[in-house]
């Protein structure tokens, strides 16, 4: 490996110093997009290839504000009630024009997609009725008030009803009860271009599982010229080659290089670009009373003493896991999202202290602490099973034992499902970019019926927290909402029902002529990436 | 005159005497013993002569991760020969301990393996009919599989951990030693010696393990050190892959893992110098091996 | 001969039943595929629903009925990942798996013969002794070593 060393780096100087091609584009990304079909398979790398084909009514920018997309305008006329202005001379990629039908079937198909293994219904459940006033007036009625409905929207891309075989009438129906569907194409059909249509800045060329896909520029895009003549995205999903492949100029861009290698990319003189993501990584507790795999307390459950769960907070040095695990590309957390994002109160990170954090376990009872398991996947988050080590190392110093159980992401979340973890590490990407998201699934009281804290497996549980997370989660006033959601959140944080490690940074590395705004969300969009400004 | 009645004592030399002889006609071979006797005491005396317990996360600090051969940890003041991993560890004390659990996870499981699979190659040679072909197939079956694919396998249903991982490389090399001793009891069985046992109504077990047993031990010893190599790479591989020892008390195949990712980053030391430990280990144990199975062969003899 | 053979094709299939029921018991027991497929935002209700879609809720037994039922009428079963016939995603990716197959075995053949035959007629040589320790060396190193050097 070593001996292939110079010739790569040699390589690299001289596709650095070539004029660019500046009309292609090639990335290198982490990993494959299963489908072309975007209301297949709920998943990010699907995602962020769709978002080049395919637009929804509302788009999010790199902070996750949401903006106009197919939809210019919108508003609530009551609780349930949205009315959206959809843009006019919007052209599909088959020429076709872009009307409310469209919409009323792309989420009329949702509930239809067979076999997806992570479907949209999560998105369209919600929806009780969809109506077009005239083709670019449209109005959703919603089953419960939900305030985040444009963030939903941005997710559910907008397909041609007329290439995919529609009525000329579509009407809505909940849960799959649409009529003047048609024969509706399944999710393996959208590998051909002619199905796989869309309203976005390119087109799909080729879809070729296992090596690339290509997508080509969409002249008669509505917002403009795209940038590239052609775009290749490329699935390389080691970290290593995928570097590699940067360096020796076989792509133009590569996301989420290892951290450790990011000083011998710079020193390549590519570009680094990074920034603050979306993402908590975090320790969560098993707060019930039998709990697995603690030992040295006769039988009890010491989490279930608060101060027992501050004194593992205190005794993090999350400064330390940022710098020395992390390489700096990480942020210590005091909150479970990022400032200033929504519902984010700018919390104090709670300061390392090893020494008030004994005094606490002694006044809580353990002054000799005791023997747990941490559970840890391996291959999920940035150096996961390295932040795990150090947490573990970090509590030995105040005398608790632990031992990191790590193991791959599928059998890790199967484990911490089945409760098996007394304190695990994982991590959450609010993909509606502000509180609820990580308050209802991670430390909402768990509840099969309401479908509420269906991700926390600490089976934390405040029902002054529920009270006002339900309160928010049906405010339509934004300011309110904020404020509500600053509370709930407060209360588990005093409550030390969780406790947040750092926020991951995401990385982006690319040659010097090219430029990326980076995005809390973490997805590569290949059409917001430009020519650097001279 | 004299011949007949006092013969020339021609001194014959015990068997073990004789391979001794033979096996140190190989000066390479020779070293690889040395080698070997030397890791294996390393890896027995590692908790009192490595500078760090490793595996003792109080004496652990990530402020120390990462650094060099020849740094000063902050805060102990001790210097590290070999570099650290990222979690701090001195490489050169995980290394003896990493010996030290390879080592005993190999040692341990081929004693196991034999023990089954010489009991049940004998018993199946011996026995013959019905009880042989069973039990032969189902070795057949065993052999069809690669190990690696059965014990990441039984790992992933078992879980991480040592005796796990024990458990595992018995379960794949039981039928190598089985094969091995039938084929070989197989041959003596049919030999006088063992009719001569029978007529004298010895017990079965008596007859197995009193006469047929010694027969069958040079090629066993011989498949022995080719697997108890095998072995220590099975284990390697399995820790590589992330199911094998817990993350806190690596053996050298999880170094290895840990510092594959700093390998290209500079930071050579963390797997580099555990992978050169596992290589020398393996190429003694087998140059070892490999004259054994020379001296013990008599068709090689010249 | 044909008594031969067909012990012998007796023997693999058997061999192939035995890697299916471990495959089988093996993946069962790594994870619920789930958990890693829904997205992390989905309720327990949506969860539910999806395992069963995927047929995840039967008994283990009858899953491998169904599989097995299914695949001697040539049907390998719907990947849950890409939503399209396991057989066709196999065979996807076969051209490339052969090609490195063949490849290599070419390689090996034509350098390992030679090899060989010299090693064999000059064992005591310098060049012999080297072959050998290479092949010993070769056949022993762990795979994943052998790989990345």
């Known amino acids: ?534 | 005159m004299t011949d007949i009645a006092t013969p020339t004592p021609v001194r014959i030399d015990s068997p073990a005497k004789r391979i001794a002889k033979q096996f140190v006609e190989d000066r390479i071979a020779v070293i690889g013993l040395i080698l070997f006797v030397l890791i294996a005491i390393i890896a027995i005396a590692a908790p009192w002569i490595a500078p760090q317990n490793p595996y003792d996360l109080m004496q652990l600090s990530i402020m120390d991760g990462g650094l060099p051969p020849g740094e000063v940890s902050m805060a102990t003041g001790q210097t590290f020969w070999l570099g650290t991993d990222p979690q701090g560890r001195d490489m050169l004390s995980a290394i003896m301990y990493g010996l030290r659990i390879s080592l005993m996870v190999a040692v341990v499981s081929l004693t196991l393996a034999i023990t089954i699979g010489t009991i049940v190659g004998v018993s199946a040679a011996y026995f013959g009919g019905r009880f042989d072909s069973i039990v032969m197939r189902i070795v057949d079956l065993q052999l069809s599989f690669p190990a690696i694919l059965i014990a990441l396998i039984l790992l992933a249903l078992l879980g991480r951990g040592v005796d796990k991982v024990i458990l595992a490389l018995v379960i794949v090399q039981w039928a190598y030693y089985a094969r091995t001793v039938r084929s070989s009891a197989m041959v003596e069985t049919r030999k006088d010696y063992i009719d001569a046992a029978r007529c004298l109504a010895l017990s079965n077990r008596r007859i197995m393990f009193r006469h047929l047993l010694p027969n069958c031990v040079p090629p066993l010893i011989v498949v022995a050190t080719v697997q108890i190599a095998q072995a220590i790479a099975l284990e390697a591989t399995l820790s590589f892959l992330g199911v094998g020892v817990p993350i806190t008390e690596p053996s050298l195949g999880l170094l290895i893992a840990n510092g594959y990712d700093y390998l290209l980053s500079g930071r050579y030391w963390v797997s580099v110098f555990p992978g050169v430990a596992l290589v020398v280990t393996i190429i003694a144990i087998n140059v070892v091996g490999d004259r054994l199975r020379d001296v013990l062969n008599p068709r090689l003899q010249t | 001969m044909i008594v031969y053979l067909v012990r012998r094709v007796g023997q693999s299939l058997l061999a192939v039943m035995a890697m299916a029921v471990l495959v089988f018991i093996g993946v069962f027991f790594i994870g619920n595929p789930v958990d890693v497929l829904v997205s992390p935002e989905a309720s327990q209700a949506q969860i539910a629903a999806t395992v069963e879609r995927l047929g995840l809720d039967r008994p283990l037994y009858e899953q491998f009925g169904i599989f097995v039922w299914n695949a001697l009428q040539g049907d390998l079963g719907t990947s849950f990942v890409y939503g399209r016939p396991a057989l066709e995603i196999i065979l996807d990716r076969l051209p490339a798996t052969l090609e490195l197959a063949l490849v290599a075995l070419a390689l090996s053949v034509g350098i390992g013969i030679p090899l060989g035959v010299w090693a064999g007629l000059r064992p005591d040589s310098i060049a012999g002794r080297t072959i050998m320790g290479a092949r010993s060396w070769g056949s022993r190193c762990p795979i994943s070593g052998r790989a990345c050097c």
């Open chain 1, 1 to 534: 490996m070593k001996a292939f060393g110079l010739p790569l780096i040699a390589g690299v100087v001289v596709a650095g110093l070539a004029p660019a091609a500046a009309q292609n584009l090639t990335i290198g990304l982490k990993s494959e997009a299963t489908s072309m079909d975007p209301l297949f398979h709920q998943l990010s790398t699907n995602i962020q290839v769709s978002k080049n084909i395919f637009e929804a009514l509302t788009t999010q920018d790199a902070l996750q504000m949401v903006t106009p997309g197919l939809a210019e305008s919108w508003e609530a006329v009551d609780d349930t009630t949205w009315r959206f202005t959809l843009r006019q001379g919007v052209k599909f990629h088959d020429g076709s024009d872009f009307t409310a039908r469209d919409v009323i079937y792309s989420f009329c198909r949702v509930p239809l997609v067979e076999n997806s293994p992570s479907a949209y219904t999560i998105f369209t459940g919600g929806i009780a009725d969809m109506a077009a006033e005239d083709d670019h007036t449209l109005t959703i009625t919603t089953t419960a008030t939900n305030p985040l409905l444009p963030v939903d929207l941005w997710s559910l891309a907008v397909l041609s009803a007329t290439a995919l075989g529609a009525d000329d009438q579509v009407t809505y129906g909940p849960d799959g009860t649409c009529t003047g569907m048609g024969d509706v194409p399944q999710a393996p059909a959208f590998n051909d271009p002619a199905v796989a249509v869309g309203t976005g800045p390119y087109v799909l060329d080729r879809y070729t599982r296992g090596s690339e896909v290509v997508v080509t520029r969409f002249d008669d895009y509505w917002g403009g010229t795209p940038q590239w003549e052609q775009v290749t995205m490329r699935p390389i999903t080691s970290d290593g080659p995928r570097v590699a492949a940067l360096l020796a100029g076989d792509v133009d861009m590569i996301e989420s290089p290892p951290i450790q290698d990011i000083p011998r990319i710079e020193q390549g003189e590519f570009t680094i670009v990074d920034a603050l993501s979306n993402r908590v990584i975090y320790l969560h507790m098993l707060q019930q009373e039998d709990a697995p795999g603690i030992g040295g307390t006769d039988g009890e459950n010491p989490l279930l003493d608060a101060r027992v769960r501050q004194a593992i907070s205190m005794s993090i040095n999350r400064q330390a896991i940022t710098e020395r695990i992390m390489g700096g590309y990480a942020q210590a957390a005091g909150e479970l999202l990022p400032p200033p994002m929504f519902g984010t109160s700018g919390r104090d990170v709670e300061a390392y202290d090893p020494e008030a954090a004994r005094a606490l376990l002694a006044e809580a009872g353990y002054p000799d602490g005791f023997s747990i398991t941490l559970g840890t996947p391996n291959d999920r988050y940035i150096n996961d099973e390295q932040v795990a080590q150090a947490v573990a190392q970090m509590l030995a110093q105040i005398g608790i034992s632990v031992s990191v159980d790590a193991s791959t992401a599928s059998q890790f979340f199967s484990r911490r499902n089945a409760l098996e973890f007394p304190v695990y590490l994982a991590g959450w990407g609010a993909s509606s970019g502000d509180m609820s998201s990580p308050l209802k699934s991670l430390v909402a009281t768990y509840d099969e019926v309401t479908g509420m804290g269906p991700t926390n497996a600490g089976r934390y549980s405040n029902p002054d927290m529920d009270a006002l997370l339900t309160t928010a989660m049906a405010t339509i006033d934004d300011d309110a909402r904020d404020q509500m959601l600053q509370d709930a959140q407060t209360l588990v944080l005093d409550d030390y029902g969780i406790i947040p490690l750092h926020y991951e940074q995401t990385v982006w590395a690319m040659k010097p002529d090219l430029t990326y705004e980076p995005r809390v969300d973490q997805y590569t969009l290949a059409a917001e990436v430009k020519p650097a400004a001279e």
